[in-house]
């Protein structure tokens, strides 16, 4: 029985682009996937050109993809499998999770999870909060977003977006790279250049955004907060700024303006190594060019100094008036038309005293109870809501809790859309802790390097056998919608389910239904759309792509949800946590002039994880189309310096740090300092075997090997790990042809 086929609107999750698609379905059965000529966001590349979307059917009916429910049956890591139904899987990780849980208590359960895009955050939380534990997670949190959006809140009580538009006059790009990294935001970028904006890049690395740069700022990594704060001494010297705004709006001017003496351009330009005239130059054509508007990126975020660096951000972007004005910083109060986790019932109470206890919040307080609780009662005041805001705590501090039980003993992890095996730092601590709990069971579509090492592999259902609704939080521009397309179980062939249905099938089996009332995801949506008056299919076939209408200097009527009530260029809130309450500069713990000692040995430094466009992360690896287009991870370096290291282009390389070596292809690229080398992030080669000590080949060239988790030397407020600034060496690797195994 052939039926025609069908053709369904769903939202590609594959990468920041989100690009709404078609799903073209015959007999249940995946045909194609293609460009939905209706979709208004366009990103750029565009959709059609994307090699992942491209492979869409290749990824899907992929021969390694994991299909069906996996019990270990032999030793973890020695790749042995069974094959075990949904029930099973249910029963029986309910009845270990339930004796972890009598053994040493609801906090001893945690988490792994990455890239929030394809997820149901809110569900997540439920699992956890009904289990009585105070979100122990092992995450990127610390180091992507969140910093971002918790100092803004700090900051300006708003949630930033990126903001670039057509109208912007003056582009600001810190540490990012939105043509690898962010369609959207960089086809905005592009019209923006058309219309005759001016743009800053500030990055080590010459970036292709880079060659197009008015101005290109290449510091000395790690040294952002000072060139900052530099051009924040030139505006205030040079009277540049928005005088009016910043009388009626900011708080702390009479303060900044004695503590920028530290920061005249000459004394900054020995610290970022960046000419003084250039700073003053980007200073003017920054203040002088308005609206403006910044990307900051990883480049920032994954700092040492991350809060302090967003904090001068912010300082710059208040002083010339850019504040929540078209072409300018967009800053975004809630979306009301949404429930959040917490108003959606049954609502299960957070208990404070076990949040309290999340590891870490006495040392990191920004994204922690600590913070939070400042920062709340003035969005809710403003807002009258407060947004959805992860409790993130440092990664290490839980690793190292699975490995000494200090504070307590985490014993149970779920990884959730993560691969922590890959993108968590230091990797070698990582798997010692995961191979050492009670319980590991890890939901994913491929057996990643943490799936070889867990006790139940789960299969998730992909964004074409799933519906979607995202909108961050409720703190969104934007709300969007798709459809299941492919079924998510056939018989005999396949039987994924989504994340959501695990969660809630797990839920069940402990006896805590009442909390999951929903069957489905699509049925869990419906309530979520409750206050829009729709329900989910309506949502995606009416409404779809939801742009909530821009109203530009909201402060104007309600003032900044701070506890002034104005942008705290002096922050109120830092101080009060014990934080620096204006931004200095702290050199970074390793580079040349921090550890002289070290650097003799180790001399370069190194930047990891620009990104790299066919990839996800670790993902893609195995997808044959894709990797061709990327076979090996490339190490660029300077021509000079790889001469004198007898290094030639395309020779494979060792990278060392005082952590471990990873190998990588060297490419030959005059665009960086002589001293700098950088290194791609995310490797494992799917195809080399799963025991060890190959463990899918994560030891071979993941750069994870080398990065530093060390809590003492994280952002004290945000707990951000520096993956960006490290010392190094590098070295030919003798007698070896990328064929390893
Ligand atoms: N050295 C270094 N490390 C870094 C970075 C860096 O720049 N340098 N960047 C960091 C940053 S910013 C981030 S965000 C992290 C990302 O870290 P992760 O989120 O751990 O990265 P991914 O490799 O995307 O891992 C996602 C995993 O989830 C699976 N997956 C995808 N979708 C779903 C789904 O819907 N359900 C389920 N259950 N699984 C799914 C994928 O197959 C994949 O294995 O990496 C960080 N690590
Ligand atoms: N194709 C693809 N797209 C992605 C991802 C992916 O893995 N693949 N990951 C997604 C995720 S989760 C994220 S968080 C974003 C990240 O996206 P972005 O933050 O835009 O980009 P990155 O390429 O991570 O890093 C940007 C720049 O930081 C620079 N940098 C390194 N050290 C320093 C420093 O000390 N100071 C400054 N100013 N710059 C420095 C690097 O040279 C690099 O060019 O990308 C997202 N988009
Ligand atoms: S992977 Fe490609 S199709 Fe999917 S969201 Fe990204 S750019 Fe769009
Ligand atoms: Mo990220």
């Known amino acids: 029985m052939t039926k025609e086929v069908e053709v369904k609107k769903a939202i590609c999750t594959w990468c920041k682009g989100e690009c709404g698609v078609l799903v073209h379905v015959k007999d249940g059965k995946l045909i194609k996937v293609t460009d939905d000529p209706d979709w208004p966001r366009k990103g750029f590349p565009p959709t059609k050109a994307c090699p992942k979307f491209m492979a869409a059917v290749e990824w899907f009916y992929h021969p390694d993809r994991v299909n069906f429910p996996l019990k270990r049956a032999g030793d973890r890591g020695e790749g042995k499998w069974k094959r075990i139904s949904w029930d099973q899987a249910f029963t029986e990780i309910a009845e270990k999770l339930t004796a972890v849980k009598d053994e040493y208590g609801p906090k001893s359960i945690g988490f792994t999870r990455g890239t929030s895009y394809r997820t149901e955050a809110n569900p997540i939380n439920r699992f956890f909060l009904q289990l009585g534990s105070p979100m122990n997670s092992i995450s990127a949190g610390n180091v992507c977003m969140v910093p971002r959006s918790s100092v803004a809140f700090c900051l300006v009580g708003m949630y930033p977006h990126y903001s670039v538009r057509p109208t912007t006059k003056c582009i600001v790009l810190l540490g990012a790279e939105p043509a690898n990294a962010r369609p959207i935001t960089y086809n905005n970028i592009r019209k923006a250049l058309k219309n005759g904006a001016k743009m800053i890049i500030v990055d080590p690395r010459r970036t292709g955004s880079a060659v197009k740069a008015d101005i290109w700022l290449q510091l000395r990594p790690g040294t952002d907060t000072a060139l900052l704060m530099s051009m924040v001494n030139v505006i205030i010297k040079e009277g540049l700024y928005d005088r009016e705004f910043v009388e009626k709006w900011c708080h702390g001017f009479d303060k900044l303006v004695p503590w920028v003496e530290q920061f005249s351009p000459e004394e900054m330009a020995k610290v970022t190594e960046v000419p003084a005239e250039k700073i003053r130059a980007a200073a003017r054509l920054y203040a002088s060019t308005r609206p403006g508007a910044m990307v900051e ?24 008036g850019n504040m929540d004005i078209e072409g300018g910083e967009e800053l975004i109060g809630p979306n009301t038309k949404l429930m959040d986790n917490r108003s959606i019932p049954p609502a299960i109470p957070v208990d404070p005293e076990l949040v309290k206890e999340q590891i870490g919040s006495d040392k990191f307080k920004l994204l922690t109870f600590p913070g939070r609780q400042l920062i709340a009662p003035h969005l809710k005041r403003v807002w009258g809501k407060v947004p959805e ?60 390097p943490c799936a070889e090492i867990a006790d139940y592999v789960l299969p998730p259902a992909s964004w074409m056998e799933r519906p979607m609704l995202w909108d961050f939080n409720g703190f969104a521009a934007e709300t969007i919608g798709g459809e299941a397309a492919v079924p998510d179980t056939v018989p005999g062939e396949y039987e994924h389910k989504t994340d959501y249905e695990i969660l809630r099938g797990i839920s069940l089996k402990l006896g805590l239904g009442k909390y999951w009332p929903w069957e489905t995801l699509e049925e869990y949506y419906d309530t979520v759309l409750e206050p829009w008056g729709m329900t989910h299919k309506e949502f995606v076939h009416k409404e779809r792509f939801y742009k909530k209408k821009v109203d530009w200097r909201k402060y104007e009527k309600v003032g900044f949800a701070t506890p002034t009530g104005k942008v705290e260029l002096y922050s109120t809130v ?41 990839f996800y992360h670790s993902e893609w690896r195995q997808i044959d189309s894709v990797r061709r287009l990327h076979p090996y991870p490339l190490m660029d370096i300077h021509p000079d310096m790889a001469a004198k290291l007898g290094i030639k282009d395309g020779d494979w390389v060792w990278i060392e740090t005082l952590r471990g070596r990873i190998k990588h292809k060297a490419k030959l690229f005059e665009g960086m300092a002589n001293d700098i080398v950088h290194a791609e992030h995310g490797w494992w080669l799917p195809e080399l075997p799963a025991e060890a000590p190959w463990l899918r080949g994560v030891w071979e060239m993941n750069a994870n090997v080398l990065t530093d988790d060390d809590p003492d030397k994280s952002d004290p407020a945000v707990s951000a790990t520096a993956e960006r600034t490290m010392l190094c060496k590098v070295y030919p690797v003798k007698n070896y042809n990328g064929k390893v195994g």
């Open 297 to 320: 990126g990883m480049g920032v975020e994954q700092q040492e100094s991350c809060y302090r660096i967003l904090h001068a951000r912010w300082i710059l972007a208040a002083l010339v």
């Open 389 to 448: 805001m992860p409790l993130i705590t440092h990664p290490s501090l839980v690793v190292r809790a699975i490995l000494n039980s200090e504070p307590y003993p985490v014993r149970a992890m779920f990884t959730m859309i993560s691969n922590p095996l890959a993108t968590i730092p230091n990797i070698k601590l990582v798997y010692k802790a995961l191979r050492s709990l009670d319980l590991y069971v890890v939901m994913d579509f491929w057996m990643t």
């Open 574 to 614: 830092f101080e009060q946590l014990g934080y620096d309450p204006l931004p200095r500069h702290v050199e970074p713990s390793e580079t040349r002039i921090s550890q002289p000692e070290i650097a003799k040995e180790y001399p370069l430094t190194l930047l990891t994880g620009g990104r790299v466009r066919p």
